[in-house]
């Protein structure tokens, strides 16, 4: 069996090619408008965008996790901002431990809000996290394992479809309710807040801003390609085709629930590593990153992108977060309506998202035959695919 390969030709993949070269050049151009150009310069970038741009490219990382259950396999996963907020929140009780006895109380062992809330002892489940490789461990380990146990018992029992998305939204919803209990021992509903420092360095300093946004396009950069090799490999081509017809490839003889259960814990150990590194960027994680609406805009980002495209669910997570940053300054009082709008208008005239507009290869197909594959120079393979492969 030929192994996957990582290195794909431009010419195979273009869109890929565009997108980390993209990325490339934010990991470059950016730090470079923030650190070397002076203030007073129209090219300089504030720590405000510097920000953004981070916080961006985490969305692009969550975005890109959904459309790899949803866009290849068919799982329409209406629970992943659990996975996020669970990596964020390993990282954010590293973040905690970091402070020690520069919080308000000044224990140098208790969290403020422990402190607050009359805690004698440190809980079992935050040792560790005064180390960061333990905390790193975490912030994959975590999400996979709630993946494992969720999609064992909810593959197994074969279910799919809507009913499928209505327990992802539970799950997501069910943690968000446990994590507001003030005796659950994560904060409450206030979360954890006021970080200091990351492996000894001011997370206020622009200089670890920037340390952190390069690090996150790294870390977009790295999941686009193991993605890609994914679902270019004859695994992908096997989740493909049960996207396309399961019955029908559990009938060939493939252990169906085994291909979804890998590839939802691949993902959710992507969007645990984006969690984690949205947290020490934005500053504050807490109990609202597991709302169920949280969910469902990822899924309206790679909607609006181009589902099944991977490149698609990024650009759709950088296009609807900024025109959202964008409308609440600009039309503050009917943002929400002008939202509304732009994905009304690109579901109804864009059923294939905004990277159909550049898919040349579906405009002169005769209608019903484009697929979101087509665009990245895949063919829709489905089962007759698992025919060949075998």
Not at 266 to 286: M, T, W
Request: hydrophobic share 55%; proline share 5%.
């Amino acid at each position: 069996m030929r192994a996957p390969r990582l290195w794909i030709p431009p010419r195979e993949d273009p869109g890929g090619a565009v997108f980390l070269l993209l990325l490339a050049a934010v990991a470059i151009g950016v730090p470079v408008l923030n650190q070397v150009a002076p203030a007073s310069s129209p090219l300089h970038l504030s720590t405000y965008t510097l920000t953004l741009a981070g916080k961006y490219l985490c969305y692009a990382m969550l975005a890109l996790a959904v459309d790899l259950v949803w866009g290849y396999c068919g799982i329409l996963s209406l629970g992943h901002a659990a996975f996020f907020a669970l990596g964020g929140y390993a990282m954010g009780m590293y973040l905690m431990r970091q402070i020690g006895p520069r919080g308000v109380y000044g224990n140098p062992l208790l969290p403020d809000f422990m402190v607050f809330l009359n805690w004698q002892k440190l809980p079992w489940f935050w040792l560790g996290f005064d180390r960061f490789w333990f905390a790193v461990v975490m912030m994959a380990l975590v999400p996979a394992a709630l993946a494992v146990v969720f999609g064992w018992l909810a593959f197994r029992s074969r279910v799919t479809g809507v009913y499928l998305s209505i327990m992802t939204q539970a799950l997501t919803y069910a943690l968000m309710l446990a994590f507001f209990r003030n005796d659950m021992g994560f904060g409450g509903n206030n979360g954890f807040t006021d970080f200091k420092d990351i492996l000894g360095f001011d997370l206020h300093q622009d200089s670890t801003r920037v340390v952190l946004l390069v690090v996150t396009t790294a870390a977009l950069a790295a999941s686009y390609l193991a993605s890609r090799m994914i679902v270019r490999s004859r695994a992908g081509r096997v989740i493909r085709a049960i996207r396309d017809a399961e019955s029908r490839t559990r009938f060939l003889g493939y252990r169906v629930e085994s291909y979804k259960l890998w590839v939802f814990v691949f993902s959710s150990v992507v969007a645990g590593i984006a969690g984690a590194l949205y947290v020490p960027q934005v500053g504050i994680i807490n109990p609202s990153e597991f709302a169920p609406i949280n969910s469902i805009e990822v899924v309206i980002w790679v909607a609006v992108g181009g589902r099944g495209t991977l490149v698609g669910a990024a650009a759709g997570a950088f296009l609807v977060n900024y025109a959202k940053t964008f409308l609440t300054g600009a039309l503050p009082e009917v943002w929400l309506y002008a939202l509304g709008a732009l994905f009304v208008l690109v579901t109804v005239f864009l059923p294939r998202g905004l990277m159909g507009l550049l898919s040349r290869p579906w405009r002169s197909r005769p209608a019903g035959e484009a697929t979101p594959a087509a665009w990245t120079h895949q063919p829709q393979l489905g089962v007759s695919a698992v025919i060949k492969a075998k």
